[in-house]
């Protein structure tokens, strides 16, 4: 019998050392209750960070009665650390895992409990919460089967071929080029008060440690390519510190900029004049985006991915900002032409629709 007990009294122990460190701190609230409130404060309400830690930056928009930030439920919730390591995976880093960085899953509710899908979208107006959008799902056109492979200008075209943005009105044109007219072409409608956001958060796996091989293998496909690539490795070097100065350098930049702010001068000649900065005209005189160099984390990759920023600019004032892994536009909206395909229609662009600052 005692031994029966100290059995069930090492099992109960071992369950309490397997839940208790990784139990993760949840937070709900309705959308009602949290009306009002600010990032900081419906971050806190949701996962408990201190109000001193830092907060990513929203895709933030002009209006004609203030300035409206819509951030994901997922990225206002995350910890910085792991905003970090996904700008490291964005730029084909080799950054290292923090293992101390929570996971935080979000959701969104019905008011009868329903799991909504999607990432909700939290809009605020004036540094105030002021609707939560829940994703509509909208099921795609059909589109046309693939050519054979063998006809090779018409399956490219195919591959290349993109699907509609809301955030732009039309194949070819620049993102906003009407303003705010995106939100009548996003799938999303506005959550009920009694729905409720929650998040859980608890530190991520940690990673396995690999033993080395008791002996050296010999070369694989992989080192015989690495071999074939090894004169182009030379690079590698100068194009990581051109990364670190970018990130280091668009960083301040991007800071320096807000919305409703009037450029010293041109945007053109703005441009033009800093290091990291691009402009794009629209065929209205009096608007274009500038793109600003993020740069990225070392890496061992020759393509330079990297991390950029639009800033859409009308008559001399910024009107809105759309920073990385945001809701917003990115970068590969400027590389899709008049037909849809994605390519090399501006400065930039390479491939099929890659864009470098």
């Not at 591959?159 to 995106?182: C, I, K, T």
């Amino acid at each position: 019998m005692s031994r029966r007990i100290g059995l069930s009294a090492l099992l109960a122990g071992l369950l309490a050392l397997a839940v208790g460190p990784s139990q993760a701190a949840a937070g709900e609230a309705a959308v009602g209750d949290l009306i009002g409130l600010s990032p900081v404060e419906v971050r806190a309400r949701l996962t408990g960070a201190p109000a001193q830690t830092p907060l990513t930056r929203g895709f933030e928009v002009a209006g004609s009665d203030g300035t409206d930030v819509y951030f994901t439920l997922d990225q206002l919730v995350a910890d910085p650390r792991r905003l970090r390591q996904q700008a490291v995976w964005r730029t084909y880093g080799d950054g290292p895992l923090d293992p101390e960085a929570p996971i935080c899953r979000s959701r969104l509710a019905s008011g009868s409990g329903e799991p909504g899908k999607g990432d909700p979208v939290l809009v605020f107006h004036d540094g105030r919460l002021a609707a939560v959008l829940r994703p509509v799902r909208t099921p795609a056109g059909p589109r046309s089967p693939a050519p054979p492979i063998e006809d090779r200008k018409a399956h490219e075209r195919w591959v290349r071929q993109s699907r509609p943005s809301p955030f732009a009105p039309a194949f070819g044109q620049l993102p906003l080029e009407d303003g705010r007219g995106f939100l009548g072409r996003w799938s999303k409608d506005a959550a009920d008060p009694a729905d409720r956001l929650s998040a859980a958060c608890a530190p991520g796996p940690r990673p396995l440690a690999i033993a080395p091989a008791a002996r050296r293998p010999g070369l694989s496909n992989s080192d015989m390519q690495g071999l074939a690539l090894l004169p182009f490795a030379v690079k590698l070097p100068a194009m990581n510190r051109d990364r670190e100065r970018a990130r280091e350098r668009g960083a301040a930049t991007l800071a320096g900029m807000s919305v409703g702010q009037r450029l010293p001068r041109d945007p053109k000649a703005f441009a033009r004049d800093q290091d990291g900065l691009r402009w794009h005209g629209s065929t209205r005189p009096d608007y274009g985006v500038l793109t600003v160099d993020l740069g990225g984390w070392k890496s061992r990759n020759l393509s330079d991915k990297r991390d950029v920023a639009l800033v859409g600019v009308e008559d001399g004032v910024v009107t809105w900002i759309s920073p990385p892994g945001g809701v917003g536009p990115g970068a590969g909206l400027l590389c899709v032409d008049g037909e849809g395909l994605a390519g090399a229609p501006r400065p930039g662009c390479w491939g099929w629709g890659n864009y470098k600052p």
